[in-house]
């Protein structure tokens, strides 16, 4: 089964953010040179719990500095996947690798250079946030000063003196990703890291998140959210029920289901709404004539989202046979 | 391989965190407060009579170590120096003291004198002491009295078996096995199921091993186990005959019901079902060990006998007890090593298998 192939040389459209970058610009990244030193490696890796695969064949590789996104539905395997490479569990079969070193066997010569942000805001509710913090610069055998400068990274400096119980949810994954920054790790894992995050707290997990990867990091994500991971990623993967469907970058993966002619979505001054495809020579002609009249009040071209190509992609992998709905994408 | 520090650092995270969840503290202040409370219930019967006597001796004290000399072991004589007669008879008559001798300045001649100044209804034992000042005023002047008498303490024969007849040490004995159970059972699951159910031994897990944390979770439920213990044992006086094997006992015991609590944190992970049902389960089993002093026969003494808490209580009473009541040695030694390792390979076991 080969997932859906590869376009990482595209430009992309600048954001609207001031003077820093669409993550999704840094094509370099993700060359094949990039690759050859992957900082995470996976090799046909299965994993099952009992007659459950969780995991089924997967290979991938990310490049240094990328930012990459693992997409499924719930119990897909993403968790799963991140639970082998951060050293929590084991695989069945095949082969993980992070910065060269196999999981869990050599987790030791690469705890200090990785961190996750869970999911679960897994924080000491009954300690304060420097307390978190302090325990954690014990174990990577940091200075406690560092914990104070990874408050500061996140804002969360005025309240370090405060139980972490009296939190809110925002600032629980701002606490998250401060122990996550301890150890200036060059991987991360992010599990589900906006999951229940007020839009501000999730813009700005994304904009540290993007930083870490403009100083070098690798950033491995999982999410359920299309819009974040079309905004991050350089690249992303499709999981279904523990198979690898689709492998790309953003843009890819939408251009391969846009495989008819473009069309735009037309507001006309009366409330109308009209869809016009631009191969039809009629469409064109009364597009002219729109204009022509001052009636169009706006105009939308018309895309399929990552959320289109992961529904169609989730929804037959569910029907079908999944290695041939992989062979066709 | 296990790093010390980064146990170091677990172990002083969850001895925090226990000092702040109200739960485990009220387990660890439990059975305190019942060995206070048993401790001030039942009068230790080995525990001396005391009096109180007020000392005018212009001679220099030697009255007073005669006196105490005297009465030997049966009478605790609590002595106080005043400086003259006046002085005295102000004690007695506040009732600050039982008694009060006044030693008369040493003549040449004659006999040693002095007054003897009695409260109204001195107890019997100060009456006691007080037939002992005229050999003591006698001894202190460097005479020989006209007849010579030892007091000696003879020990009460004992009634029960084992000779752990006194309600005081063998309910607070009892109480130290609960203290060691609620440590080992509840204690150290809790502290385990708390980091399993929150998924901080998930964030944990990067930063250390499994066995890093697991030997954390131990080494505080042996801290806290000992420490108990100490405290009890200070806050109660209990008199412990063989200090080095008393609390060889209570480690072993600690170290061999340790494996169990940390399995149970594994496999039950939630915190507060191990703290609202395990004691229903608990309190009944350390009954069954409290058994182990009364003398059980047949099959309640097989199973005593292979259990770790029924070994323990006996370790722990030939610790307390000058008798050595149980003379348990190397089978009790044996059946608490054998829990101990069971309970920890089962524990590898199951954290292997659940990826821990």
Not at chain 1, 144 to 166: C, D, I
Request: net charge neutral.
């Amino acid at each position: 089964m080969r997932p859906v192939g590869d376009d990482r040389s595209r430009p992309r459209p600048q954001t609207d953010s001031g003077n820093r970058t669409d993550p999704r610009d840094r094509d370099d990244v993700t060359s094949e040179a990039a690759l050859q030193k992957s900082p995470v490696e996976v090799e046909d890796l299965t994993k099952r719990y009992g007659d459950v695969r969780a995991l089924d064949g997967v290979s991938l590789r990310t490049a240094p500095g990328e930012i990459f996104g693992l997409l499924g539905h719930n119990g897909a395997g993403k968790s799963t996947m991140i639970r082998i490479l951060t050293g929590r569990a084991r695989p069945t079969s095949g082969r993980a690798r992070v910065l060269g070193h196999d999981v869990p066997r050599d987790l030791e010569a690469i705890r200090g250079q990785i961190n996750l942000v869970a999911e679960t805001p897994n924080v000491y509710q009954r300690a304060t946030a420097r307390e978190n913090l302090e325990l954690f610069c014990a174990l990577y055998g940091l200075p406690k000063k560092r914990g104070a400068e990874a408050l500061e990274q996140v804002r969360l400096s005025s309240v370090a003196g405060r139980k972490v119980k009296t939190f809110s949810t925002g600032m629980r994954q701002r606490l998250l990703l401060a122990r996550a920054l301890l150890n200036s790790p060059r991987v991360l894992f992010l599990d589900e890291p906006t999951r229940g995050l007020d839009p501000r707290s999730a813009r700005d997990l994304r904009q540290t998140v993007t930083a870490l990867a403009d100083g070098g990091s690798t950033i491995f994500l999982t999410t359920h959210d299309m819009n974040e991971a079309d905004e991050l990623c350089q690249r992303v993967a499709f999981l279904a029920e523990g198979r690898l469907v689709a492998l790309d970058t953003p843009r890819a993966l939408k251009l391969r289901l846009a495989s008819t002619a473009p069309a735009l979505d037309v507001l006309l001054d009366d409330g109308t709404d009209v869809r016009l495809k631009l191969d039809e020579p009629q469409d064109t002609a009364r597009l002219q004539q729109l204009i022509d009249t001052g009636r169009v009040r706006s105009m939308h071209s018309l895309e399929p989202t990552l959320a289109d190509v992961f529904i169609r992609l989730a929804g037959r992998s569910l029907e079908d046979d999944r290695s041939d709905e992989a062979g066709e994408w | 391989m296990v790093n010390a520090r980064r146990i170091l650092a677990i172990l002083t995270k969850d001895l925090r965190d226990a000092g702040r969840d109200g739960r485990i503290l009220v387990l660890l202040l439990l059975p305190i407060g019942m060995a206070l409370f048993y401790n001030a219930t039942f009068t230790d019967p080995n525990e001396l009579p005391t009096t109180d006597v007020a000392i005018v001796d212009p001679g220099g004290g030697g009255v007073a170590r005669e006196l105490r000399a005297a009465a030997g072991k049966s009478v605790k004589v609590q002595m106080r120096q005043t400086r003259d007669a006046a002085s005295a008879r102000k004690l007695v008559a506040a009732n600050d003291v039982d008694f009060a001798v006044v030693v008369a300045p040493a003549a040449q001649r004659g006999p040693a004198r002095a007054e003897l100044l009695v409260a109204e209804g001195a107890s019997p034992t100060a009456q006691s002491v007080i037939a002992l000042v005229p050999d003591a005023l006698t001894h202190a002047a460097g005479r020989e009295p006209a007849a010579q008498t030892q007091v000696r303490v003879v020990p009460a024969a004992h009634s029960k078996p084992y000779g752990l007849d006194d309600p005081r040490t063998v309910t607070i004995l009892l109480v130290i096995v609960l203290h060691l159970v609620f440590v080992a059972m509840m204690v150290v699951p809790i502290l385990t199921a708390e980091e399993l159910e929150t998924g901080t031994f998930s964030a944990l897990r990067l930063a250390a091993t499994g066995p890093e944390i697991l030997a954390a979770k131990a080494l505080a439920g042996f801290i806290f186990g000992l420490a108990g213990v100490g405290l009890i044992v200070v806050l109660t006086k209990l008199d412990i005959h063989d200090p080095s094997l008393f609390f060889g006992a209570a480690f072993g015991l600690i170290v061999s019901l340790v494996g169990f609590g940390l399995l149970t944190g594994v496999l039950w992970p939630n915190s507060n079902s191990i703290n609202t049902y395990a004691s229903f389960l608990l309190v009944p089993l350390v009954a069954l060990a409290g058994a182990v002093l009364f003398a059980p026969s047949g099959i309640l003494a097989t199973i005593l006998d292979v259990l770790p808490f029924s070994q323990g209580t006996k370790l722990l009473a030939d610790g307390l007890s000058a008798h050595a009541p149980f003379h348990a040695g190397l089978v009790s030694w044996a059946v608490i090593a054998a829990w101990s390792l069971a309970g920890y390979v089962i524990l590898v076991r199951m954290a292997t298998r659940r990826e821990i």
